[in-house]
């Protein structure tokens, strides 16, 4: 059970971001994959879920032995993949409760029963510290910053996918939000899900362990190692690395 | 046309009369605007129209299914007007022991000719144009409501202009009154069958909130697929510290140009207005609407949506006017307009005439689609694309929905507008998916 890509090479108006990326998540592990701004971690997030804007040019995105780079983003999440984003979009008029709802039903051939959704989107709301009142507010209509990164673990909490995929949740949140966040990550990885944690910083791999680091630049992964190579990108800088490459290209 | 029936009082035989002269007076009208959006009646034979009697039924459960669906199932009071004629009207007794009067207009004049004739016209004129002349001319049956003053209605005083047969014109004219501290709720409707061929529906309403009084008004269109062309002035006066809430909600008319006004009359007035459409087909659609400030201290909230799909054409014009000397008010109008078809076109405009100072007015205006973000974030949810778009749609106007205060008329509202998303899914569908291709290629 593994989500892999394969020489995945990706644009966007005639822009090459991604430039033959190779990477593979498989249940149960969770994964951070580091960059600088522009080093195409976005891109890579928004075409693993099918985004239309991203236009891919070479590779595949294969999940579960299913090659999916052509599929709509709603076949990929019925499949297992989801995606928390870093800039959610806002659902003006439809509630949290009833979003929640309708994802949810989405990936059943039965509409979920209203006591047993409750119950679900009870815990979990539990799990997440989030007040019972803010499942009946328009999805993330005049949400804070927390509010709509914890909305985002909500669903993935809700949705349980095979692998996740998390684009700079961390980034703008305070250390509490931060703290909730990461507790319900790490409660929800387990056996049955793959984690991919994006981020630019390495403050929430101190919440959020990984089993693998990846390091990004110019649209290809660079280095990759254990829980280590954050510590040593911490200690080095993006800057570095990329000295580092470019001297190994050279050579 | 037809012939102007016998004035049965001399006041109002008078009034008819000048309203003769000024119809056959007037050419019928081509309204323009800005040089690019015209609504023309070009294409209506309104030679081929006639008014129609019809026989009154024994109960609402004898009304055609496109009447009966769309009432509320215990109303205070009910009036029917099928083409020229009443066909029903139930009162409740508690109503009528309360001094409550909803009868046919007609009907008034004979019963009730001196309060009738304080009100009548008093903020419409036959001299508005063609058609406000006609209606003033050979309105029949009609709808008058007066609510004493002091006097709590619970249930939904309703109302309905119905026409179902092509050939058929209908003058319609509605007169309320809610007097000073009184309360209710008012649901004015215009139904049609699915008929082949063309009707008109020349109307006029007009509400006098009395001071302090509190009404909820809405009008509920939907004409059906019959060719229905509706032209039609409503105003709504409302008086020292009174307040109504008005909600005209447009879901169907082959061609529908109306007027809306609704003023604050005295101080401490104050409205909310809030107005939806969804045009569909070959549909067009053009509404002015007037929030008219006629005093200080007098505040008012408008919002407008609409959605476009098909061929359709929907133009919504929205002004403000605060007249020299009203202080001291408060109030915006915003109006969201949504393209669902490459083929529709629409036009969203919001104006202010501000005639004094130390007044807060503020008004804004979209046309738009449908986001492709909204749309790609819903999908990773595993939401298909088309429900991804019946949901935004839905969503888009349930923001105006729940202003209604009305849980009746919002369940009404929200299913018709499903039923209108479900039969337009196919183009809809295109349209975003063609969007979403144009974005990949870019």
Redesign the interface.
């Known amino acids: 059970m593994s989500l892999e890509i394969q020489n995945l090479h990706v644009r966007i108006e005639e822009r090459e971001i991604l430039r033959g990326l190779n990477l593979s998540v498989s249940k149960g592990e969770t994964h951070a994959l580091m960059g600088p701004n522009g080093s195409g971690k976005s891109t890579l997030a928004n075409t693993i879920m099918g985004n239309p804007a991203y236009e891919v040019t070479d590779g595949k995105i294969v999940f579960n032995g299913e090659d999916l780079t052509e599929a709509d983003p709603d076949e990929r999440a019925r499949a297992g993949l989801f995606m928390a984003f870093q800039y959610p979009a806002t659902i003006p008029g439809v509630s949290v409760a009833n979003f929640l709802r309708m994802a949810v039903n989405a990936k059943r051939e039965e509409p979920i029963k209203v006591k047993e959704f409750g119950k679900l989107l009870g815990e979990n709301m539990e799990l997440l510290r989030i007040d019972r009142q803010f499942t009946s507010r328009y999805l993330n209509e005049g949400f804070s910053g927390g509010e709509k990164k914890r909305a985002e673990i909500l669903q993935l909490a809700m949705l349980k996918p095979e692998i996740a995929v998390l684009d700079e949740t961390d980034s703008g949140l305070d250390i509490d939000a931060l703290r909730i966040v990461s507790d319900g990550v790490n409660a929800l990885s387990g056996p049955d899900m793959g984690s991919l944690i994006i981020t630019h910083y390495t403050r929430i791999l101190e919440y959020v362990k990984p089993d693998f680091v990846h390091i990004m630049l110019d649209g290809r992964i660079v280095r990759e190692g254990g829980p280590e190579l954050a510590d040593e990108l911490e200690e080095k800088g993006y800057d570095f690395i990329r000295e580092e490459v470019a001297a190994a290209d050279a050579g | 046309m037809p012939d102007s029936p016998s004035p049965s009082v001399d006041w109002l035989g008078e009034r008819r009369k000048a309203a003769l002269d000024a119809y056959e007076a007037e050419p019928v009208p081509t309204w323009r605007r800005s040089g690019f959006w015209t609504t023309s009646l070009r294409n209506l034979d309104l030679d081929a129209l006639e008014t129609r009697r019809y026989a009154p039924v024994g109960s609402a459960d004898e009304l055609p299914a496109a009447v009966r669906d769309a009432l509320d199932d215990e109303p205070g009071a009910l009036i029917v007007q099928r083409g020229a004629s009443t066909i029903l009207l139930e009162v409740d007794p508690e109503l009528t022991a309360q001094g409550v009067i909803v009868m046919p207009l007609e009907q008034a004049v004979a019963e009730h000719g001196e309060l009738v004739r304080e009100w009548y016209m008093r903020r419409l004129s036959e001299g508005d144009g063609k058609f406000p002349a006609a209606t003033a001319a050979f309105w029949t049956g009609g709808v008058f409501i007066h609510v004493p003053r002091d006097v709590r209605v619970e249930r939904p005083i309703q109302s309905v202009y119905a026409i179902d047969e092509a050939g058929t014109a209908q003058y319609a004219h509605t007169l309320a009154i809610v007097g000073e501290n009184a309360e209710c709720a008012i649901r004015e409707y215009c139904l049609g069958g699915d008929f082949d061929g063309q009707a008109l529906h020349a109307g006029a309403f007009e509400l006098y909130a009395r001071p302090g009084a509190r009404a909820k008004l809405a009008h509920f269109q939907d004409w059906g697929r019959g060719e229905v062309h509706d032209i039609s002035t409503k105003r709504v006066e409302i008086a020292r510290d009174a307040f109504v809430s008005w909600v005209p909600v447009h879901l169907g008319g082959r061609l529908t140009k109306q007027t809306l006004d609704i003023v604050t009359a005295e101080q401490g007035s104050d409205m909310r207005h809030t107005g939806l459409y969804f045009t569909e087909r070959d549909e067009h659609l053009d509404l002015f609407t007037t929030d008219l400030h006629e005093a200080g201290h007098t505040t008012g909230d408008t919002v407008w949506k609409g959605a476009l799909t098909g061929e359709s054409r929907a133009s919504y014009e929205g002004l403000i006017e605060i007249v020299a000397g009203a202080q001291e008010t408060h109030t915006y109008l915003q109006t969201h307009q949504m393209l669902l078809s490459q083929r529709a076109k629409g036009d969203a405009i919001p104006s202010l005439i501000v005639k004094t100072d130390n007044v807060s007015a503020s008004h804004g205006g979209t046309v738009g689609e449908l986001?492709?973000?909204?749309i790609?974030?819903?999908?990773?949810?595993?939401?298909?694309?088309i429900?991804a778009v019946r949901?935004?749609v839905?969503?888009?106007?349930?923001?105006v929905v729940q202003r209604l205060d009305d849980p009746g008329l919002e369940t009404l509202i929200r299913r018709r507008i499903g039923e209108k998303l479900l039969a337009a899914e196919d183009q809809v569908k295109e349209f975003v998916g063609h969007r979403?291709?144009a974005?990949?290629e870019?």
């Open positions: 986001d492709e973000d909204q790609f974030y819903m999908m990773t949810r595993g939401i298909s694309r429900e949901t935004l839905e969503g888009y106007f349930e923001e979403a291709g974005a990949q870019a």
